[in-house]
């Protein structure tokens, strides 16, 4: 076999398809955020805004947070050194677990190295040790949610994204004795939309199902505390298990889930990827505390972030921008072809300096490509502006529908 030939045929496929991915080469700039250097492939630059970064607060430049990791370097060096187990254990990882649970209000927390280790390990994990269980799975559930079930090997049953009446009859379906799981997350990153979070642990309870939410795109942004969805709606006592990450609104990085001890404690003991890979750097976890007190602490950063949100969509609506309906701090717009709107992106990026990833499949349906939008409380008015002129002229000119 050719294995090269082989593996360029599959290259040149996602490129005819319009969806090959080309990375934006960026050097974010401390202190500057939301601007960045681009590194054009020629190897020049320029300056650009960013308006898709999941580091929805500004919080990986945050002094409070750079000065933890500062003095975490001195204190403890670069790496852990090793898996939990074997000399990996650091004072900052107990420290920042013992944190986790308590935002939360869980009895313990466990950390991984991301978001998406923590869900695959953790639902994995906790099916296979549930011989029998069937899981019950949002359609738009996040691959690293669909990896963990998938390697668990259990049975799984797929309701249409937040039909409540849809999961009620898959439930119904199925014997009433057998062990149940109900995975989803609270804000959908790609749609801005919301889980009917009460409505769903009614159902878990009604036939005797654990829990499983991924706050990821809530965790730091929603609730007086900032511990997402089910904090705002009073529900957390509900969840059995929260994941989240500490990548995105808290811009430092590594996962987490928080729930009861002894199903954290058997994830622990079971789950391969958390036994055999090397823990997160102690200093990555100095940040990230320090990062989850002051968003904890911070409210006003919230009520800033989502007021941004609230006046992006406005200026889109106003000039017929086609904006999905998110409830939540995203700001989705629908293209609806691969080709459009990575021509719009690169317009963007090279004409204008306006730097918004496109989206594609598989993180979105074949048919449903767009731009998302992610406005921080660093977005200023005149950003705004600047954005939504931009948009309502590449919608001319490329012809792009309009919002009736
Ligand atoms: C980004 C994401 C994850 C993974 O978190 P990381 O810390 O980035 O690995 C998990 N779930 C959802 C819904 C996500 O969007």
């Known amino acids: 076999m050719d294995y090269r030939s082989h593996f360029r045929a599959r290259i040149d496929g996602l490129k005819e398809e319009g969806r090959y991915r080309v990375f934006a080469e960026l050097a974010r700039q401390a202190g500057r955020f939301p601007r960045a250097t681009r590194y054009r492939p020629d190897g020049s630059t320029h300056e650009v805004i960013v308006w898709c970064s999941n580091d929805y607060l500004g919080m990986g430049q945050n002094p409070v947070v750079l000065e933890a990791m500062r003095r975490a370097i001195d204190e403890v060096g670069a790496g852990a050194g090793g898996t939990r187990n074997i000399s990996g254990t650091n004072h900052y990882h107990v420290l920042l677990e013992r944190e986790l649970a308590d935002l939360h209000d869980k009895e313990a927390g466990l950390l991984f ?138 811009g430092v990085g590594g996962g987490y889930v928080t729930g009861p001890e002894v199903m954290l404690d058997a994830i622990r003991s079971f789950a391969p990827g958390f036994i055999f890979s090397t823990s997160l750097s102690p200093v990555v976890a100095a940040g990230a505390l320090a990062s989850v007190r002051h968003v904890r602490a911070h409210n006003e950063l919230r009520v800033r972030h989502q007021e941004r949100a609230q006046r992006l969509k406005t200026l889109f609506r106003d000039s017929g921008i086609p904006v999905m309906p998110s409830e939540s701090h995203i700001v989705p717009v629908m293209v609806g072809d691969p080709r459009c709107v990575k021509e719009g992106s690169d317009a963007l990026l090279e004409d204008y300096g306006i730097y918004v990833q496109p989206i594609n499949f598989p993180t979105v349906p074949k048919g449903t490509e767009r731009m998302r939008f992610t406005p921080s409380p660093l977005h200023t008015d005149e950003m705004l502006r600047d954005l939504a002129a931009a948009l309502n002229d590449l919608w001319s000119k490329l012809h792009l529908e309009r919002a009736a």
């Open 113 to 250: 190295t991301s978001g998406y280790n923590a869900n695959e390990a953790a639902l994995s994990t906790l099916c296979r040790l549930m011989p029998g269980v069937i899981v019950f799975s949002d359609a738009l559930n996040h691959a690293s949610m669909i990896e963990g079930i998938l390697h668990s090997k259990q049975e799984k049953r797929i309701f249409r994204h937040n039909d409540v009446a849809h999961l009620r009859e898959l439930l119904e379906a199925e014997d009433g004795d057998a062990p149940k799981i109900i995975a989803f997350e609270s804000v959908y990153s790609m749609e801005g939309d919301i889980a009917p979070l009460a409505e769903i642990l009614d159902l878990a309870e009604e036939f005797g199902a654990l829990t499983y939410l991924d706050e990821v795109h809530a965790v730091g942004l929603y609730g007086q505390n900032g511990a997402g969805i089910a904090e705002r709606e009073g529900l957390m006592d509900r969840v059995d298990i929260i994941n989240g990450t500490l990548g995105k609104a808290f």
